[in-house]
């Protein structure tokens, strides 16, 4: 589920709010959570990334994807995975799912989300690719845009959901981005709360983005691991808004 959740479910840069173009790109990577906005009816949007992760479960290295359809008017649905990961058992595919995305503007700068998921175990457990079952997760999001070109994101939910899903295991974490023009800023706090099987997590991650053009987004940074298990991170991505592909 770690491995989904660094799809990126968030980044949002402050300059990216609701209102905005419907082909300007608006990533959800690098982040672990999501924002609560949703891609424009009709439009998709691709994000991809390498990661590098070490730590006491070992290293990794790995390509993600998210490609994100916008099917209606705040009604978001995504197709992710991870299409390749190297481990110590070797190379291959990763898990695969599904996010449906729900969202509500609840004032001028406050919107609110749902953000359902699910995940099938199409990487090999044995060999550290994938976590061997069918997972399901429920974020809870707010995105606020606050005074100062300042934007922070909120998530809350149980994730790791299914069979030996006890007690129940709880992500968290608060992001905040702010625009410099062409570049951002962006970091969060975020956490794992012990269950499904699995110890507690605790990490804070920092990020540069750039922005040279409106619909693509590059972004370059890492995440260090403040708790026991938690793995190191470094990464790099892109988000690239494709433009409409139906009306």
């Known amino acids: 589920m770690r ?71 705040q009604v978001q649905l995504a197709f992710f995975g991870t299409g390749f990961i190297h481990t110590a058992g070797g190379g291959g595919m990763g898990d695969v799912g599904a996010t449906l995305k729900l969202s509500a503007g609840v004032s001028p700068r406050a919107t609110l989300a749902l953000a359902s998921s699910v995940t099938v175990p199409t990487g090999d457990a044995a060999a550290g690719r994938g976590a061997g079952r069918t997972q399901g997760s429920v974020l809870a999001v707010a995105s606020v845009d606050a005074p100062r070109k300042l934007h922070v994101d909120v998530n809350l939910g149980p994730v790791e959901l299914g069979a030996d899903a006890s007690p129940l295991r709880w992500f968290h974490s608060v992001g905040a981005a702010v625009a410099l023009g062409r570049y ?31 619909w693509i987004v590059v972004d370059a940074g890492g995440s260090v691991g403040l708790w026991r298990e938690t793995p190191h991170l470094v990464f790099v991505g892109v988000t690239t808004n494709l433009g409409a592909v139906f009306k």
Do not use: M
């Not at 970091?187 to 794992?192: A, C, R, V």
């Not at 991650?205 to 040279?212: E, K, N, Q």
């Open 184 to 214: 951002g800023l962006t970091t969060e706090l975020y956490g794992l709360t012990a269950g499904a099987g699995a110890s507690a997590e605790w990490g804070a991650l920092g990020a540069v983005t750039f922005r040279p053009a409106e």
């Open 3 to 73: 491995r989904a959740l660094a799809l990126g479910f968030l980044s949002c840069l402050a300059d990216v709010a609701r209102g905005q173009s419907p082909r300007a790109a608006n990533p959800e990577r690098p982040t672990f959570a999501t924002h609560a906005y949703a891609v424009a009816p009709g439009y998709a949007e691709l994000e991809q990334g390498v990661r590098v992760a070490g730590g006491d479960a070992g290293d990794a290295t790995a390509w993600d994807y998210n490609l994100k359809i916008g099917v209606a008017r």
